[in-house]
Every structure is written in C-alpha cells, then in structure tokens.
C-alpha cells in the first residue's frame, strides 16, 4: 500500500524557517517524482515545487522561488521542503505528492502556520 | 501562465447526473493532459481521474473525464449521484513552462 506520511508542521514566527519531511513507503520511491502542494485554510490547491527521481532537477513555484528549497534522500525514502523566510501567506496545509507522468497519490498534510 | 477556471459550486440531487466544467485560459486543452482530484472534507486529495479520461482502480464508472476542443474546456461528470460523492473536485494540468496548474476547485453538494 503507498503511503506518504508527512512531519514537521508547526507555528513558526514570520521570517523564521522549517522544514517538512514527507516519508514515503509501499513503493519505489527512487522512480518517482515528487511534489509539494500546499492548501492555505478554506483555499484550494497551490502547486509550491517538483523534484524528479534522482534528484537532480528541481521546480519551484514563483511565490516561493528562492526561500524554498525541495530534496530528497531515495535511501531514506525521504522527500524534504526546507522553508526560509517564511510569511504569513505561506500559512497552509502542505501536502506531498506522488508522481509517474501526473500526480496520482497525496499524503495526508501537515499545517504551518506563520504568525507572531 | 495559463489559467484553469471551475464554477464555485454545483449542486444536485441523488440519482441525478452533474457536470463539471475546466475551461483552459490560453494553450489548446488537448495538448496537455487533464486530471482531477476529489477532496472531501477533512481529507487529503483523491484521484478520479487521470489522462483526461481514465479512471484509477478503485474509482466507480459513475465518474468519466472528457475534453472539449471547441470551448477548450474539460469535464468530470458523475452520475448516479451519491451523497458521499459530495466533496470539493479539483481538475489539473500543465505545460512546458507549468509543472503543476490547478483549477480553483468546486464545491459539489449532493441534497
């Protein structure tokens, strides 16, 4: 069964930084791409940034390029977002996503809320 | 950029048939595939339906994808509606320049 478990959500004053992991298991985790997609409270959904399979090439959103930052770590099974200079806009539910050509399998979220 | 514009919300009645539409801003529909995405509420996204028209394993035949060249939209359409089915639905696509565009989403209710 795939399964993509997300972590590291939390409160986080503005211009502060975290990072999320989203552990993937139930398949191969080093043939797919990978997404962060994230859905501020009562919005709908916002692509933030793609990774391929070995991590060599990396998307990113125009609202978050250059304060975000995607890896992975295929012997862990690990997709990460490391999250810089964080804003109250950026205050949502951050999904991670499977993908082969298109996304098919999303996580269960993880919230960061960006506030004082 | 192009842009993915759903209506608000639809509504209809069990038993009944419902259409929702995914009309492309700029870039032929048919160039680029089209998924979409169920979310009911309190719950992560969902896949209905991929490559325009093929439903994932699990997914009833009561949902199909179509795509329109000439109002260069897309469509999910439910039919038999069930009252679980109501949810918000979320289509999906992309270009060489946009990994990942979605639609602003509709609010599906089922009364």
């Known amino acids: 069964e795939v399964q993509l478990v997300e972590s590291g959500g939390g409160l986080v004053q503005p211009g502060g930084s975290l990072r999320l992991s989203c552990a993937a298991s139930g398949f191969t985790f080093s043939s797919y791409w990978m997404h962060w997609v994230r859905q501020a409270p009562g919005k709908g959904l916002v692509w933030v940034s793609r990774?391929?399979?070995?991590?060599?090439?990396?998307s990113y959103a125009d609202s978050v390029k250059g304060r975000f930052t995607i890896s992975r770590d295929n012997a862990k099974n690990t997709l990460y977002l490391q999250m810089n200079s964080l804003r109250a806009e950026d205050t949502a539910v951050y999904y991670c996503?499977?993908?082969?050509?298109?996304?098919?399998?999303w996580g269960q979220g993880t919230l960061v809320t960006v506030s004082s | 950029n192009f842009m993915l514009t759903q209506p608000h919300s639809v509504s209809e009645s069990p038993g009944k048939t419902v259409t929702i539409s995914c009309t492309r801003s700029s870039g032929s529909i048919a160039s680029n595939y089209v998924q979409w995405y169920q979310q009911r509420p309190g719950s992560s996204p969902t896949t209905v339906i991929y490559?325009?028209?093929?439903?994932p394993s699990g997914v009833p035949d009561r949902f199909s994808g179509s795509i329109d060249s000439s109002s260069n939209s897309a469509s999910l359409t439910i039919s038999g509606l069930k009252t679980e089915d109501e949810a918000d639905y979320y289509c999906q696509s992309y270009d060489s320049s946009n990994p990942v565009v979605f639609g602003g989403g509709t609010k599906l209710t089922v009364l």
């Open positions: 490559e325009d028209n093929q439903r």
């Open positions: 996503a499977r993908a082969y050509e298109d996304i098919d399998y």
């Open positions: 990774i391929n399979s070995d991590g060599s090439s990396t």
